[in-house]
């Protein structure tokens, strides 16, 4: 099955054919590389060279197939909006000229091409994705449910993905390196503790710790007497687990059930106060859908 992009559509949606180009107010030139900059809000930081180095030795070869797609933002001046891998491979090929669609677009459209040209071809790490995310909350006063809608992602996921922002630089190199993965990260957010947390981080690098084994070290920190209640633990019934299951996946964090003789409790998890209220919009948006 055929890969679809970030926001549900190819890039065929935002790269016109000929004859849409004439029913638009998109042109395509042929544009001096010169005159051309990288997108202000490109996500990616990253490029690799190996991949570079093929796609120079393609264009140097047959051309550049398909055209980059820009905005002008001044005369003979043009910003990227999808595109920045061939653009870098001409340069690198010693091209002079592109072929490149130019079209009008605003900040947040440029940042949703750049993220939907990049996810289409190459995926961005998961900190270059939260990254973007967090642009366009902060830069741009997006919601998690727009950004959702736009990338053709669930909310819970678009959260998730940006809370990883929240860890300290040091564990944010550790998944950047690929030595803990964006798991670990987030197991490691279900502690308040920012000390615990490096401690544990090391932990994973040092023992190859699992994403379980991490949310049980972080669910014994956070509450000692658990200790003793996972020796004594029985066998729970499996809809009970199947429950519990589901209703982590939905608020998108930890959640425990236990039951006793005349009444149960339920117990979720939340990192801090931003988390709890995107918990409670969870809830609450649930249950609207449910009317």
């Given at each position: 099955m055929a890969r679809q992009s970030g926001l549900g559509r190819g890039l065929g949606a935002l790269i016109p054919t000929t004859e849409r180009l004439q029913e638009s107010d998109s042109q395509l030139r042929e544009l001096p590389i010169?005159?051309?900059?990288?997108?202000?809000?490109?996500?990616r930081a990253f490029f690799d060279e190996e991949s570079l180095a093929g796609l120079a030795a393609s264009i140097e070869a047959v051309g550049v197939l398909q055209p980059i797609l820009v905005r002008e933002v001044a005369p003979q001046k043009f910003e990227l909006v999808a595109g920045e891998r061939r653009?870098?491979?001409?340069?690198?090929?010693g091209l002079e000229t592109i072929p490149a669609i130019v079209r009008?677009?605003?900040?947040?459209?440029?940042?949703?091409?750049?993220l939907v040209e990049n996810l289409h071809r190459e995926d961005l790490s998961v900190l270059e994705e939260a990254a973007g995310y967090q642009q366009l909350v902060d830069e741009f006063g997006q919601s998690h449910d727009e950004i959702a809608r736009r990338m053709g992602k669930s909310r819970s996921a678009i959260a998730n993905t940006i809370r990883l922002l929240q860890l300290s630089d040091s564990i944010q190199r550790l998944i950047a390196d690929g030595r803990i993965s964006a798991g670990h990260g987030r197991a490691l957010l279900g502690s308040a503790d920012l000390a615990f947390?490096?401690?544990?981080?090391?932990?994973?690098?040092?023992?190859?710790?699992?994403?379980?084994?991490?949310?049980?070290?972080?669910?014994?920190?956070?509450?000692?007497?658990?200790?003793?209640?996972?020796?004594?633990?029985?066998?729970?019934?499996a809809a009970l687990l199947e429950l519990e299951e589901q209703l982590s996946s939905l608020l998108d964090t930890r959640v425990q059930i236990s039951t006793g003789a005349k009444r149960g409790r339920l117990t979720v998890e939340f990192a801090n106060l931003e988390d709890l209220e995107r918990i409670y919009r969870v809830i609450i948006e649930g249950r609207e859908d449910l009317d």
């Open positions: 010169g005159q051309i900059e990288p997108n202000t809000y490109q996500p653009w870098r491979a001409a340069q690198r090929a009008p677009a605003e900040g947040v459209v440029s940042l949703e091409q750049a947390r490096e401690t544990l981080a090391k932990a994973v690098v040092a023992q190859n710790l699992t994403v379980r084994e991490v949310e049980e070290r972080v669910r014994r920190h956070e509450d000692p007497s658990s200790e003793v209640t996972t020796r004594t633990r029985t066998v729970r019934p």
